[in-house]
T-cell receptor
Framework: DGGITQSPKYLFRKEGQNVTLSCEQN?????MYWYRQDPGQGLRLIYY???????QKGDIAEGYSVSREKKESFPLTVTSAQKNPTAFYLC???????????FGPGTRLTVT | SQELEQSPQSLIVQEGKNLTINCTSSKTLYGLYWYKQKYGEGLIFLMMLQKGGEEKSHEKITAKLDEKKQQSSLHITASQPSHAGIYLCGADKWWETSGSRLTFGEGTQLTVNP
């Protein structure tokens, strides 16, 4: 089955620690995205990548970093510099033909 | 600034009732996407609209993009508890030069009471 996987579903970290969220897709999509969702709010774009070895900052990139070494993988690191890291994180990839954006199941990160 | 505004923010209806959710943009929409989300889960694609006046249906859900391409509406006929969730609209930010990306509205929380 083709799709996007995010792991783990729930993640707990202590303040001051960096944490990396995994996102893998087997849809052969070039473009991949990371969003953050807070209660009662829509999705805010953190970083996106349109091709391997290239990525751009989204609207709220501060305190986050990404890499895109493989087409299938787009991991997001939440650094200790991110002031409010507790949130629901969603990864997505986009079909270059239909432009439909597919989402993963999300990772809920809690930092205490 | 919020580029996509959804209304209402939340909606509670009785099962069997019809309802409409609106998504308004301050700029011309070149691609408008509707998604549904269950709390704590990923987004499920519903429909994509591109042409002014375009209307698409999926089961009991109909979405329309107005002629001027600055507003879309999502209409649910004879709502069921399975329709409950958060509905989000997203739009292509082609007015930016940084490539293909979507911006999203804040979502509409729909509750359907049996």
């Amino acid at each position: 089955d083709g799709g996007i996987t995010q792991s783990p579903k729930y993640l707990f970290r202590k303040e001051g620690q960096n944490v990396t969220l995994s996102c893998e897709q087997n849809l052969n999509h070039d473009a991949m995205y990371w969003y953050r969702q807070d209660p009662g709010q829509g999705l805010r774009l953190i970083y996106y990548s349109q091709i391997v070895n290239d990525f751009q900052k989204g609207d709220i990139a501060e305190g986050y970093s990404v890499s895109r070494e493989k087409k299938e993988s787009f991991p997001l690191t939440v650094t200790s510099a991110q002031k409010n890291p507790t949130a629901f994180y969603l990864c997505a990839s986009r079909d270059g033909t239909s432009y439909e954006q597919y989402f993963g199941p999300g990772t809920r990160l809690t930092v205490t | 600034s919020q580029e996509l505004e959804q209304s209402p923010q939340s909606l509670i209806v009785q099962e069997g009732k019809n309802l409409t959710i609106n998504c308004t943009s301050s700029k011309t929409l070149y691609g408008l996407y509707w998604y549904k989300q269950k709390y704590g889960e990923g987004l499920i694609f519903l429909m994509m609209l591109q042409k002014g006046g375009e209307e698409k249906s999926h089961e009991k859900i109909t979405a329309k993009l107005d002629e001027k391409k600055q507003q879309s509406s999502l209409h649910i006929t004879a709502s069921q508890p399975s329709h409950a969730g958060i509905y989000l609209c997203g739009a292509d930010k082609w007015w930016e030069t940084s490539g293909s990306r979507l911006t999203f509205g804040e979502g509409t929380q729909l509750t359907v009471n049996p």
